[in-house]
């Protein structure tokens, strides 16, 4: 990456945060998740994509591998209410509870609630702006890490 494509805020971050993006179950519309693992890659972030047709348990797995600071997935296909709970409860399962599990897809603001509740971060809808899912994952993670000590 030069200089000049990098996000100003990169800079400020002392230490790079890293982000697994996947693509959980068998939708294969991935531009949306590209395009913002691209963002985060442009902000600083470290970026692991897993590319499409992952499973929760593949998921988990990569996330533990790469000892991820979040797990970020794009869900079109409506299994939002299984597929985010599966993935938090394997990571809770293995340890990894301090994980952020976050995301996007189509889901009303009922099921975010309820997602929400369940322990999964905050969920973007399309056309969310970058620098808002960019600066979401920067104070949440920071936030985290601070608490941790």
């Known amino acids: 990456m030069t200089e000049s494509l990098q996000h100003p805020l990169a800079q400020e971050t002392e230490h790079r945060f890293k982000v697994l993006v996947a693509k959980p179950g068998l939708d294969g519309h991935d531009r949306g998740v590209k395009v913002v693992a691209r963002a985060l890659r442009d902000a600083g972030f470290e970026v692991i994509y897993t590319g499409l047709f992952q499973t929760p348990e593949m998921i988990v797995e990569a996330a533990l591998q790469e000892d991820v600071d979040a797990v970020a997935l794009s869900i079109l296909s409506g299994a939002h209410m299984t597929i985010f709970p599966r993935v938090k409860a394997l990571l809770d399962e293995k340890g990894a509870g301090d994980v952020l599990?976050?995301?996007?897809?189509?889901?009303?603001?009922?099921?975010?609630?309820?997602?929400?509740?369940?322990?999964?971060?905050?969920?973007?809808?399309?056309?969310?702006?970058?620098?808002?899912?960019?600066?979401?994952?920067?104070?949440?993670?920071?936030?985290?890490?601070?608490?941790r000590g």
């Open 101 to 147: 599990v976050t995301g996007g897809g189509i889901i009303s603001d009922e099921d975010a609630r309820v997602l929400c509740e369940r322990g999964i971060g905050r969920l973007f809808g399309p056309g969310s702006p970058l620098d808002d899912i960019v600066a979401y994952l920067r104070a949440t993670l920071a936030a985290r890490r601070a608490a």
